[in-house]
């Protein structure tokens, strides 16, 4: 007899013996009050109070608060209330809607792309596009930087095309395994402009010099970058004025457009063809109008609204401020991502715990796989909707905890 349970229940001991069983914060985010929630601490807890209480938010993705825009929730509900809840099915069978092929317009006008795809999320996006060129494109080698997400991991390995890595970031590195690979052989270089736990930005110009020189296709993920960057949020890429390098840039609608979602975009035929090929994109139930007419209104009020991101970067500012005025160490990559690293997966959830539990501020922490045992770390991030009041009693509360614990994080 095989014993289902006890493998699953020992599976699961391990996890909790390496200090890395995830414990999910039950959160309310009202949408009238950002960047506060309700936390409902869980019943097994027996240090809190089990009541229900106010805590702010210092690790959303959603990171200019547009989740809670009024203009979008209006678009989203009037969606709903003029389609109904669902797209009916897949974009082949009845599912292609009218305000799908309006999102697909506005990310190809917002990345100067001929075309853009839609998936159901920035995850499927890159797992259904990698997989299906490394499937189709004969011969095909990836060169992937060593530090890509799990999903772009996922569909290269799936494809079981040949994926050669690059240390992270590593222009020379890089080069030597382009070298390495036959000129005329199909290859394309998978790369991220912000990467998600460090914040640092790719050197995307150099990259895409390197690609021009060996023959290489350029796949730049920019989940952490549209939203946020460029003229309209339309990303990293976008604000260095290097998008007509770019072959196929993906994005998604779930950070800095503060709704749900993912694409692709890029020339005609390539576009054309992933929509006809890639089993991630074809077989699925298409986004349901409310969360498309949301994308479509998010995309809208950046354009018209550059104050939103003006009082995110500015916040973000004060913050690495504060922290330095108060010898925090952060690792400043330069982006909006502050990861303040602790080290120990142990200590880290302590941390954690303690801003909640003492400070009603909520930074969950983040600890393997999602990143190389002792460097785990609070990744912090904020919104437009962070005062510079709560920005300082946050600082302050870090400050005093990391004395407490004897804990002054790593740089
Ligand atoms: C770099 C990167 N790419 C893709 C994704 C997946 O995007 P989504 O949450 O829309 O599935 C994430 C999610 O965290 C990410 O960090």
Known sequence: MVEYDAFFQKKIQELRSEHRYRIFADLERFQNNPPFALWHPPIESEKTSLAPRKVAVW??????????????????????????????????????????????????ALHQKERALLFSSGYVAN????????????????????????????????????????????????????????????KIIVFVSIYSMDGDQAPIEEICKLAKKYNALTYLDEVHGVGVYGVGGAGVAAQQGLLDQIDIVQGNFAKGFGGFGGYIAGNDALIDFI???????????????????AAIAAIDVLAKDPSIQARFHERILYLKNKLQQSIIPFHDSGSHIIPIIVGDAARCNQLSYRLLTEYDIYVQPINFPTVPRGSERLRVTLTPHHSFELIDAFVDALSHILAQLNLRAAA
């Open 59 to 108: 690790c959303t993705n959603d990171y200019l608060g547009l989740s809670h825009h009024p203009e979008i929730i209006s678009a989203q509900i009037k969606a709903t209330a003029t389609y109904g809840t669902s797209s009916g099915g897949t974009r082949n069978i009845s599912g292609t809607t009218h305000l799908h092929n309006q999102l697909e317009k506005k990310v190809a």
């Open 127 to 186: 797992e259904a596009t990698l997989t299906t060129l490394g499937e189709q494109i004969p011969n095909l080698v990836f060169l992937s930087d060593e530090k890509v997400h799990a999903s772009m991991i996922h569909g290269m390995r799936h494809s079981k095309a040949e994926r050669i890595v690059f240390k992270h970031s590593d222009l020379d590195n890089l080069e030597q395994k382009l070298k390495s690979v036959d000129l005329h052989r199909p």
């Open 275 to 293: 929509r006809g090929y890639a089993s991630g994109f074809i077989f699925t139930t298409s986004l349901p109008p409310a969360i498309t007419a």
